[in-house]
């Protein structure tokens, strides 16, 4: 978000390291939160309206569903989908709490970073364990 | 151009971020309770999952919540597209195709919820 990019300076150094090996944690949580909202927004989003569609209109299209979950490359898809909206939930609380100036200091902020992922990651797994 | 106001810009106030807050509450507590549905539940069956969405209350909070998703969505895409897409024609167009899915997206939502 920065609103004057018109008028920055030119010749400004320009530091591009795109490995997300160097990244803090705190970028990495960021990117992926960026991530994950733009890829729930193109295919969450239609995907979740249509799947209520089918589901709720018809006995058959809601046993038609159902037997497409039990197939294990949607379940894999499901699982994708599932950690898109666990992180960006969990990374999103953190920013709610960072507005409201809590853990904004460099090492709570960076530890808040870790419990983010981490978080995001055990709710999946969990999610996965249950419909394995 | 110097400082001045994009059309294709934000809405250079706190409203939209704002907004973004708000939106993500809703959805949150959407999320909690659909969630606390399932986990009573279990598996679920057509017949359950049919008498939730007769519900007028489980409607009207399923509504507002797709609504909170949809704008919440505009305004985190379009930071996003501020963000990465520089040329006016593009970024407009970008903007726009966004803003009529979400507005079929919306209307769809009302169509699903109370045609069942
Ligand atoms: C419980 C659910 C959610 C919460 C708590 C949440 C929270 C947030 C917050 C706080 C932001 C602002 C971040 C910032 O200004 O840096 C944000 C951005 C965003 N959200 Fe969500 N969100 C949720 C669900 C969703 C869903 C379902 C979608 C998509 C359909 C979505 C798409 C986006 C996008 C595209 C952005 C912009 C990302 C960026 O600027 O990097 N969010 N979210």
Known sequence: ??????SSPKNRPKYYDLNLRNLPTPGLVSIFHRITGVAMFLFLIPMALFILQTTL??????????????????????????????????AG????????????????AQSSARVVLVAGLVATAVFAARIW | MKNSKQPVGAHYGWK???IQRVTAAVMLVYSVLILGFFLVHGTVAFAD?????????VRILSLLFFFAVFYHAW??????????IKPFFIR??????VCLFLIVCSIWTVS?????
């Open chain 1, 1 to 6: 978000m920065s609103p004057h990019t018109v």
């Open chain 2, 16 to 18: 939209d971020w704002m």
């Open chain 2, 49 to 57: 999952w049919k008498q939730l969405f007769q519900s007028q209350l």
């Open chain 1, 93 to 108: 609380v953190r920013y709610l709490l960072i507005d409201l100036h809590i853990g904004i200091a460099k090492a709570p």
């Open chain 2, 92 to 97: 407009l167009s970008l903007q726009v195709a």
């Open chain 2, 75 to 84: 305004i985190g895409v379009r930071d996003v597209l501020m963000d990465y």
């Open chain 1, 57 to 90: 209109s018809s006995e058959a299209g809601f046993a038609s569903w159902k037997g497409y979950f039990a197939h294990p490359l949607v379940k894999l898809i499901v699982v994708g989908f599932v950690w898109s909206f666990m992180h960006h939930l969990f």
């Open chain 2, 112 to 116: 699903i919820l109370w045609s069942n």
